[in-house]
């Protein structure tokens, strides 16, 4: 079954960590057959542990907990201490795991250097905090970045803001690309909620010509083979609608029922 919403549906946000894992393999597969000879793509992934037990700044901690103890002998003994209150019970903070998923285009003919970043972004990408300041220090790696952005939240740290754009071309979802000989120039491809995905070029070496990636194929697939026909689209998503976008997509739902 197929997604009630033309383009993007804006209620697997939600269910980013499976959209998000299946979008990389996709984009893998997608491109494979169509690189120019000596280029591959590869799916990557950095795992990350964020406690704020140790120093760095950059580090924080979800509200995860595990029992580790209970009773007198979880805690030391109170000197002077004669009359029992409660009862403890000690909890320990389980460092959050981020993991970080990226494409890679890299070259075998040179010994595997990357030529181009295709990153989709995830909440932790756009948000304050590691993962942010970590993605930005790709952009300085001196490769092709392709930013695909299909989260609705706030792209204020992220080069390219939707203020940046004309008003006129601020939609819910964007594509960004910069290429290796042009770091401080990113080209915007602004991606409406009510239309379907579009094919981007994909930059590769500067002798070759881009190659095109079809997005919505690949977000139809995702919603087909991940089961989210289940998707209850009688409540608000997350985050909610605009009052146009909440009206029409009322309309819409409404007409597939």
Same mark, same amino acid.
């Given at each position: 079954?197929?997604?009630?919403?033309?383009?993007?549906?804006?209620?697997?946000?939600?269910?980013?960590?499976?959209?998000?894992?299946?979008?990389?393999?996709?984009?893998?597969? %997608?491109l494979?057959? #169509?690189?120019?000879?000596? +280029?591959?793509?590869?799916?990557?992934?950095?795992?990350? @542990?964020?406690? =704020? *037990?140790?120093?760095?700044?950059?580090?924080?901690?979800?509200?995860?907990?595990?029992?580790?103890?209970?009773?007198?002998?979880?805690?030391?003994?109170?000197?002077?201490?004669?009359?029992?209150?409660?009862?403890?019970i000690?909890?320990?903070?389980?460092?959050?795991?981020?993991?970080?998923?990226?494409?890679?285009?890299?070259?075998?003919?040179?010994?595997?250097?990357?030529?181009?970043?295709?990153?989709?972004?995830?909440?932790?990408?756009?948000?304050?905090?590691?993962?942010?300041r970590?993605?930005?220090?790709?952009?300085? %790696?001196?490769?092709? #970045?392709?930013?695909?952005? +299909?989260?609705?939240?706030?792209?204020?740290?992220?080069? @390219?803001?939707? =203020? *940046?754009?004309?008003?006129?071309?601020?939609?819910?979802?964007?594509?960004?690309?910069?290429?290796?000989?042009?770091?401080?120039?990113?080209?915007a491809?602004?991606?409406?909620?009510?239309?379907?995905?579009?094919?981007?070029?994909?930059?590769?070496?500067?002798?070759?010509?881009?190659v095109?990636?079809?997005?919505?194929?690949?977000?139809?697939?995702?919603?087909?083979?991940?089961?989210?026909?289940?998707?209850?689209?009688?409540?608000?998503?997350?985050?909610?609608?605009?009052?146009?976008?909440?009206?029409?997509?009322?309309?819409?739902l409404?007409?597939r029922?």
């Amino acid at each position: 079954m197929r997604s009630p919403f033309p383009g993007m549906d804006p209620y697997l946000e939600s269910r980013w960590g499976d959209v998000h894992t299946a979008l990389c393999i996709g984009i893998r597969s %997608a491109l494979q057959p #169509v690189l120019p000879s000596g +280029l591959r793509a590869r799916a990557e992934q950095d795992v990350l @542990v964020e406690d =704020e *037990s140790q120093p760095c700044r950059d580090q924080r901690v979800e509200a995860d907990i595990a029992v580790v103890g209970t009773g007198a002998a979880a805690v030391a003994a109170v000197p002077g201490a004669s009359i029992a209150t409660v009862e403890p019970i000690v909890v320990r903070h389980i460092p959050a795991v981020r993991r970080s998923r990226w494409v890679e285009i890299i070259d075998t003919t040179v010994g595997g250097r990357v030529v181009t970043a295709i990153e989709i972004l995830s909440p932790g990408n756009k948000r304050s905090g590691r993962l942010n300041r970590l993605y930005r220090r790709k952009l300085e %790696a001196g490769v092709n #970045v392709v930013e695909i952005d +299909l989260l609705r939240s706030s792209r204020a740290r992220l080069p @390219v803001r939707r =203020e *940046s754009l004309p008003a006129d071309r601020r939609e819910a979802y964007l594509t960004c690309v910069c290429r290796s000989d042009g770091p401080s120039q990113w080209i915007a491809y602004p991606m409406p909620l009510r239309h379907p995905l579009p094919t981007i070029p994909i930059p590769c070496r500067p002798a070759d010509s881009d190659v095109p990636l079809s997005l919505q194929p690949l977000i139809d697939q995702i919603y087909r083979e991940g089961g989210h026909d289940d998707i209850d689209y009688s409540k608000p998503p997350e985050p909610p609608f605009g009052a146009d976008d909440s009206a029409w997509a009322d309309a819409l739902l409404k007409a597939r029922a």
